[in-house]
């Protein structure tokens, strides 16, 4: 493949490198120019064009990201159709992804043409989940690149889905003094909803005192009626022989591993009766905070065999306090309706990076950016809306008139993107639970991403910040709950509320909503490839 300058007698066939404007036309990026095309840019007075030409073994990229995604083996996945170079998998069922790593190195050290990207092994994942992506980097690969792939991927699993299966499960708390009833309770909650996420369920319950020769029998008897037994003792492990161990090997079991490393979930013990699972939860497993219990769990309810060899390679990663949560139970307030979200459009900055035009104004299908992205939040759920102007404040107004929205101005917007979040939430008004923070250059937000947003506050008793993802990455929108509004009156600078979600002042739910999350407009280019025209 030959890129770069292309001179236009020859750019017939070629694929065009960068979105060209051509009077009213726009040609995008991507596409393979024709003879018509050809004669328009030479009438605009272009004499060359950044292009690729493929060479006859070159095959393009769409057809090469499909080659490589119908070259790889794997079972409870499906692909998409390629588009721009990208071929994602998805989920076809929840369960627990697995992956031969040393298969997916090997494909990508071929050549850097041709990547491929997972979500980690034994990840658990949820049906529809994007669990992998081919792209292809450039706009065509060598044929020989491809059959080496090919041949390298043959006959051999690449990653796969293991499905949950449901299954009966015993619960077994042991007692003392010390320990609440209603801790107990709360116990039974939480696991019924980590159960629930497998279809599994709670068949019985049994509370007996913390002793050997107590809690044996009651293993015995719930093993025989179970899928698989858990047990909760009221104190610790902190010993191979200690209460839940001996038990289980009084009962007729075999321990496999009294403690894990991973943290939180250091106490866990993991055994067998009968064929069957028996797992004593660590303290941590009282909680539905994701720990070292959940990564054993969901293995066993995905029919993964869990060894000790394969508990003890659990330590790199293991350290779980810093990492971010993924979809799981939670113990969480009442959901409610009446949680009142209003959103603040953030739309006083001064397109710095545009050499000269407000990108608020840039016209998306006629309509400037920011009154797209202000009707959007109009569609949605929230009570109203709130506009935060600064640079070219009457312009920015001017464009949003007639829509049902309030004004706040930011004297302050040169100092960064915090004052005019700190003036948004200010002008809000006492009855808002909730600040759904927009950003006015994000043209791909739709109303209906707004709302799953909204939906995931509500859920949370309005008590959580909600924030956009693409692919698990952070990105906007965000909804800070009422809670968090004075850590938003402290922020300084450019930083807007990051620092405030991830000070650990509220619990984070995050919501994927894909290359929505993530698009914004801060240059030339980007505005260009996005489709916008910006105005002078």
């Known amino acids: 493949m030959r890129f770069g300058p292309i001179a236009l007698g020859e750019a017939e066939g070629a694929i065009l490198a960068h979105a060209t404007s051509v009077g009213d036309v726009r040609l995008r990026k991507s596409r393979r120019l024709t003879s018509d095309d050809v004669a328009a840019l030479r009438a605009a007075g272009l004499t060359e064009v950044i292009a690729a030409v493929l060479d006859p073994d070159d095959v393009a990229e769409d057809e090469a990201a499909l080659r490589v995604a119908t070259a790889l083996a794997f079972t409870g996945i499906a692909p998409k159709p390629p588009a721009t170079g990208r071929v994602n998998l998805h989920a076809e069922v929840a369960g627990v992804f697995t992956v031969d790593r040393a298969l997916i190195d090997a494909i990508n050290r071929v050549d850097p043409a041709v990547t491929i990207a997972t979500v980690p092994d034994h990840a658990a994942v949820e049906a529809g989940q994007m ?11 060598p044929g020989r690149v491809l059959a080496a792939l090919e041949l ?14 449901a299954r009966r499960v015993g619960l077994i708390q042991t007692v003392l003094p010390t320990l609440k009833p209603s801790v107990m309770d709360k116990t039974a909650r939480v696991t019924a909803a980590r159960l629930a996420r497998s279809g599994s369920h709670i068949i019985g319950e049994e509370r007996v005192a913390h002793r050997e020769e107590a809690l044996e029998p009651a293993i015995a008897a719930m093993a025989a009626q179970s899928d698989m037994l858990l047990i909760f003792g009221a104190s610790a492990m902190c ?3 200690d209460v839940i ?12 591993a009294a403690g894990m490393p991973v943290d939180p979930g250091n106490l866990l013990v993991l055994g067998r009766l009968g064929g ?7 303290g941590c497993a009282r909680s539905p905070k994701e720990n070292g219990f959940d990564w054993v769990l969901d293995r ?8 000790a060899d394969e508990i003890a390679g659990m330590g790199v990663g293991g350290l779980l ?3 971010p949560t993924r979809p799981e139970p939670r113990e969480r307030p009442t959901p409610t309706a009446q949680a009142t979200v209003y959103a603040v459009v953030l739309a006083a900055g001064r397109s710095s990076r545009m050499g000269g035009p407000n990108k608020l104004l840039a016209l998306f299908h006629g309509e400037p950016l920011v009154r797209r992205v202000a009707e959007g939040a109009l569609a ?3 009570a109203g809306v709130t506009v935060v102007t600064g640079h070219q404040a009457e312009r920015v107004r001017a464009a949003l008139d007639g829509l049902g929205v309030t004004f706040t101005t930011n004297p302050d917007f040169v100092t960064g993107l915090a004052s005019s979040l700190k003036a948004g939430i200010a002008a809000l008004p006492d009855e808002a639970a909730g600040a759904l923070i927009l950003l006015a250059d994000m043209p791909e937000i739709e109303a209906g991403d707004l709302d799953r947003l909204i939906d995931a506050f509500r859920r949370s008793g309005g008590r959580a910040i909600v924030r956009a993802t693409h692919e698990g990455k952070r990105g906007n929108p965000v909804i800070l709950p009422r809670a968090v509004f004075a850590e938003v009156a402290r922020i300084e600078g450019d930083t807007g509320a990051r620092h405030v979600i991830e000070a650990g002042v509220a619990e984070v739910l995050d919501v994927e909503l894909g290359r929505s999350a993530s698009l914004d407009v801060d240059t030339p280019d980007a505005m260009e490839d996005a489709g916008g025209v910006l105005q002078g």
Not at 300 to 306: C, H, I, N, Q, R
Request: charged share 15%; net charge negative.
């Open 380 to 382: 949605t759920e929230v």
């Open 300 to 307: 066993l309810m995905a029919g993964l065999d869990v060894t």
């Open 239 to 241: 010993d191979p022989n």
């Open 152 to 165: 390298l991927a043959q006959g051999r699993p690449a990653f796969d889905v293991h499905p949950f299966a």
């Open 245 to 256: 161990p001996a038990a289980i090997r009084a009962a007729g079991g075999e321990v496999l």
């Open 321 to 323: 306090m810093e990492i």
């Open 276 to 282: 069957k699972p028996v797992l004593g939860a660590p």
């Open 131 to 141: 669990v992998a992506t081919v792209k292809i980097i450039p706009f065509a690969v």
